[in-house]
């Protein structure tokens, strides 16, 4: 989930300067009539379905313990509150679903750019170390084949934790995984 999923504003400060401070006036004594003493916001973030219920309850909680009388226990007081969300419609369960497949569209196609147009960016070094045979002079030179390779494998295998961080289920589910791995390996 996110690090935040709301919070509870009570109150508000103004600065006032003398040109304002008579329509200020006007407005405290119209809301003042209206019956506005007290004003407690809640802020809630309402993709976490528990996040309005519990913000909404931590607001009741604190005017309840606050509006007590001094010689009473605030911890002996207190709202309790359960939620039960009701299941997704169709088209909610529809459009998390085109989102999630909108989400791998993009990571694919920034695959694809990864994966053809900044190696071929490289295609002039390739060239050039054909031309140069400077991988015929480390293998002559004594360079183990398995260094070689595994310093290809590096990067892959760190592309792959990337994908395992993020848990992106077109790459890293259980049918997927394999043929990223494969196809990462296969592609050096």
Request: hydrophobic share 50%; aromatic share 12%.
């Amino acid at each position: 989930m996110h690090g935040r999923e709301g919070g509870v504003k009570a109150g508000w400060v103004v600065l006032v300067d003398n040109a304002t401070r008579g329509i200020l006036r006007n407005l405290q004594t119209l809301l003042r009539e209206l019956g506005t003493k007290n004003n407690v916001k809640v802020w809630f973030y309402n993709q976490g379905w528990h996040a309005s219920v519990s913000f909404l309850n931590v607001a009741n909680n604190a005017i309840l313990r606050g509006g007590l009388p001094a010689d009473q226990d605030a911890r002996d007081y207190g709202i309790s509150v359960s939620n039960h969300p009701l299941n997704l419609t169709k088209s909610q369960l529809s459009y998390m679903v085109l989102a999630a497949t909108t989400t791998n569209l993009v990571v694919s196609i920034c695959m694809i750019f990864a994966m053809s147009f900044i190696p071929a960016s490289f295609v002039l070094f390739l060239i050039q170390e054909r031309v140069n045979k400077a991988k015929h002079l480390q293998f002559v030179s004594g360079v183990n084949p398995t260094i070689y390779w595994c310093n290809y494998a590096v990067p892959c295998f760190i592309v792959i934790l990337l994908f395992l961080a993020f848990q992106q289920e077109a790459y890293v589910s259980a049918a997927n995984l394999p043929a990223l791995i494969l196809l990462l390996l296969l592609y050096g």
